[in-house]
């Protein structure tokens, strides 16, 4: 098995590529499931902050097995089935992006800025791109993982509405 990963996130995704096989496979959708890239972090937050919800940011990783588990399994349909706002950036994106502050940067730029170094992390975004809950790293525990991401989910819509 290939595992992409960023400098300096080889062993740490080795480490939870091991917990791949504990993933159920009636947990695995047959398709991919995408969200919608980031293109504006600065409009996508405004939106959500209308609706008085969060703004769920997903930082994945090209080949990444457990971000394709959280995603399919779990954001995809939180978006699909609540309108939950989600968006996902790439971290070795070179797409551009503006963030919070109307600022042009790219995806792989704003992930150290996160201080974000292994994929998935989910993060919960407030006003002024404020972390209004913790944030989710990795996927290593599925049967808990989306108690956990509901919890979290909760409670950055509580702390915006």
């Not at 939106?47 to 930082?59: F, I, P, Q, T």
Request: charged residues 15%; contains cysteine; hydrophobic residues 50%.
């Amino acid at each position: 098995m290939t595992v992409v990963t960023a400098p300096g996130l080889r062993r740490r995704h080795l480490l939870l590529a091991a917990a791949l096989p504990l993933v159920p496979l009636s947990a695995a959708p047959a398709m991919d499931a995408t969200l919608p890239l980031s293109v504006s972090l600065r409009d996508e937050l405004a939106a959500a902050l209308l609706e008085r919800k969060a703004l769920v940011v997903m930082v994945s990783l090209p080949g990444c097995p457990f971000c394709r588990f959280v995603r399919n399994s779990h954001l995809a349909p939180m978006l699909r089935e609540t309108a939950q706002p989600i968006v996902q950036v790439d971290m070795q994106g070179r797409q551009p992006l503006l963030d919070v502050a109307g600022r042009a940067t790219t995806h792989g730029a704003m992930v150290p800025a996160w201080k974000v170094r292994a994929a998935p992390t989910v993060l919960f975004l407030g006003r002024g791109g404020i972390e209004v809950a913790p944030r989710l790293v990795g996927a290593s525990i599925p049967d808990f993982y989306g108690a956990y991401l509901g919890e979290r989910v909760l409670a950055a819509n509580r702390s915006v509405a």
